[in-house]
């Protein structure tokens, strides 16, 4: 069977879901249920500060089916994330934890060296850290390194829904990469998260693109089925590419053939 | 309940299966069971001939399950095709025709003028017409006007896998057509048959894709979850693309936090 | 010398500018005087009409420098066409035509057929037809065929600045034609047009996006140098690809080295 | 007048070369005439152990006209850097640095938080430190911090010649920097420079693409022409993109022209 293996878990679900940008907590947990998803992050600083829709959110999710992640959004040095880290494990009771340091409010992009930091120091304190990152190869064979359990590279900038613009960046990712690889940031659509599969990454997380679509529920469902296909192209082993057509037969040598309406 | 309507016929499934290139009929078969695919498009040339890989291919098709669209493969000009719609209709019983007419046998692209002219005459003649054409948005328009029951434009060179390399000129023929817009040929992967439902095609054609993937039968079960997926993010209506990042909920305001673990 | 060669003339630049759009015919001959352009498109219609920006543009120019290329613009069919393109003769004394046929005056896409029909008509009547098309690689030849001097497929919707969006079928329409692909409508920015001849275009046409840029004639020039650099570029023979990087010199076997400043 | 300032210099030229990969001294020279660079990096490593191509390297470079750029090419640590840097200091006598620190000599991908520590290193040594470095805007916002001369992110893997892989993140990058953002590494021809410049990075530099052209001295002076390009196409202010066709002007009223040669 295929299955996802993080540090000593294993999940059937290669979607894992964010829970921020919810309307209402009724229809994140409907698309939670289609999403299939195992595995839920959850901001532990807006939790505690009782920010916009994560009143409750905590409650509200059922723990004995979902692997609850936290993350240290918010954080924006390595000793920032280390603290809200600790405050995670003390609220929730898990050692997991996705890991961001985020100097930027505005571009909201990761900071590679603090980062490498904090994975390090939370590594030490045992902690089974997923770094979300840029998406760097030689920082993700850091991270690897210094005892992380994934890593988890943008696809593009948090909520802007723009898709796979870190591509070829990607590919050198998993190519290196012996930790799963979770594609996490700004897919926008289920095609791009079935293409961050065929790549060869382990995983992806989604949160605006659910929360934002229309009708969240059924996007949510979109999702699964598009990183189950993009699982089950990458297991079958793609065609190769031509530069240029390919007929299905061979055509040489093909006589004209009579037409069987019209007398000649 | 959202079906596909081509003519007087609804399908539940959007994935349209070739079947050319298989190495063996079993596994055609089993690639067409798991896929899902209800239409099936047949070398009605090839299998007169007896080509490689269509001897015994109508036979073994179970008509009961699969609307059967014979294709004009192998028609270099509008009377050729002309022809050989006739000797489909003539030897498979059904007037639901591709139509394929490709002058040349090196980049197999069909030819646009050729195309209207035999779409032209072959509705007159009482066929349901389903044209391969160029994603050239007024040819579409064109064959949409003489009758034919969709447009069938490509996404890049048939056999080569290239993917989506005709999205610009694709999301104008999906915006002006009133009849299903079917993309056909050049799909390598599931994810971008998924891209092409969420622009808004109806439906996709695969033959290759599946054909040459290393296990063809999970390959066909990817493009069908890909499709579904395509097709559910279509319903559900995709997030605003943003220029920038967007964080998961406001960090205005936002104090540092205490450390739960450190006192200070 | 490197020199462009259409029907039975040769010229030094692959840059041809249009004349629509501009707010001031000063600044019009300023900007092809920047953009060392030799042909020069206008639409006889818009002249006959006294169309805003169009009033005195014929005086305006200096034939004595410029070949003027006047096109059908506003012609929605073959028949229009002629009907323009003899207008255009009588006007301005020339037989070089650009051909357009632009049935939908929302997408402003050529017409395939029509194109076909027209051009065809035109070489009979002793024109030099230079028609604007879709990037298709079929009618391109069918073009050829009827004694065209050039195609001038689009690579992406006039006035639109998107850029090359059809670079898999320009490539195609390149590398089967014997005479001169123009590539036409929908550059925004030199690099743009210096891709295009770096893929073996002869020459690009070039309108929106000098008459709409902030400095016209800085445009102008700009795009001079991009179309020189690309044809360079195509002339000099391009480095292979690579799918990974590659290091300046063997780095096998290389010991390392004394800090000269540090002693050890 | 239009000048590149970094640290205390101005310079006419925005293309720097390398030096790497030349079959032959004197062909090198050539292309670095007809190139208009003025600044010209060399691997002091690669002099120093007389590696293949770099043999006679300096001496034939005249510095009365070029810049020298001393890089750190064979650096696999910060450690290592900065003793590479101390050594192109004693053996050049300028303080400018390329700083390179490349752990893994497969994909030669530069190391953020090597180069971070690095830069903040030679800095304080009195170097003027222009590092090169993935396309990361938060580490180039850091390099500026410890007062780099200049950032040098990636187009795509040094040597690949794929062009403009990392295009969404380099606009990050130069929207930051209040230092010019230099782009280097991946480029292959002159378009893809003059898409740097467009966007607002300051100059590119060039190596393979030039030593690996067919003609290398054309392929020199046919990026000098697109970095050009580039350059006045940013300074002259795009044309706004268009989601659709634009008209050269309005269509609305036009009435149908009389057709001045056929008498109706």
Redesign the interface.
């Known amino acids: 069977m295929d299955l996802l293996r993080i540090a000593d878990q294993t999940f059937d679900s290669r979607l894992m879901l964010?829970t921020?940008?919810y309307t209402d907590l009724d229809v994140m947990r409907a698309a939670l249920e289609a999403s299939g998803a195992q595995i839920v992050t959850v901001?532990i600083?807006?939790v505690?500060?009782g920010?916009?829709?994560?009143v409750g959110l905590l409650e509200s999710l059922d723990l004995s089916r979902y692997t609850l992640l936290p993350n240290t959004?918010?954080a924006r040095s390595a000793d920032?994330a280390v603290?809200?880290a600790?405050?995670a494990?003390?609220?929730t009771g898990t050692a997991w934890l996705k890991l961001e340091v985020i100097?930027?409010?505005?571009?909201?992009?990761?900071?590679?060296?603090g980062t490498?930091e904090a994975a390090r120091r939370l590594v030490n304190e045992g902690f089974t850290v997923l770094p979300y990152m840029?998406p760097?190869?030689?920082?993700a064979?850091?991270l690897e390194a210094v005892g992380c359990a994934t890593v988890m590279p943008l696809a593009?900038?948090?909520?802007?829904?723009?898709g796979l613009?870190?591509?070829?960046?990607l590919e050198?990712v998993v190519e290196?990469s012996r930790i799963p690889v979770v594609v996490d940031a700004g897919l926008?659509?289920?095609?791009?998260a079935?293409?961050c599969l065929?790549l060869g990454a382990s995983a992806v997380l989604v949160?605006?693109?659910i929360a934002?679509?229309?009708?969240?529920v059924?996007?949510a469902?979109?999702?699964?089925?598009?990183v189950?296909?993009?699982r089950?192209?990458f297991?079958?082993?793609?065609?190769?590419?031509?530069?240029?057509?390919?007929?299905?037969?061979?055509?040489a040598g093909?006589?004209?053939?009579?037409?069987?309406?019209?007398p000649v």
Request: hydrophobic share 40%; glycine share 10%.
């Open positions: 964010g921020g940008k901001s600083r807006r505690e500060l920010a916009a829709g994560h959004a918010g920032e603290r809200l600790r405050l494990r003390a609220v100097p930027d409010p505005h571009h909201l992009l990761p900071d590679p060296v490498l840029p760097d190869p030689v920082l064979a850091q593009s900038p948090i909520g802007s829904g723009r613009l870190t591509r070829a960046q050198l290196r926008g659509v289920p095609s791009e079935a293409a065929e949160n605006t693109a934002e679509a229309r009708d969240p059924r996007m469902a979109a999702f699964r089925a598009g189950e296909a993009g089950a192209a297991l079958a082993g793609r065609m190769a590419l031509r530069p240029h057509a390919s007929a299905s037969s061979p055509l093909v006589p004209t053939l009579p037409d069987p309406e019209v």
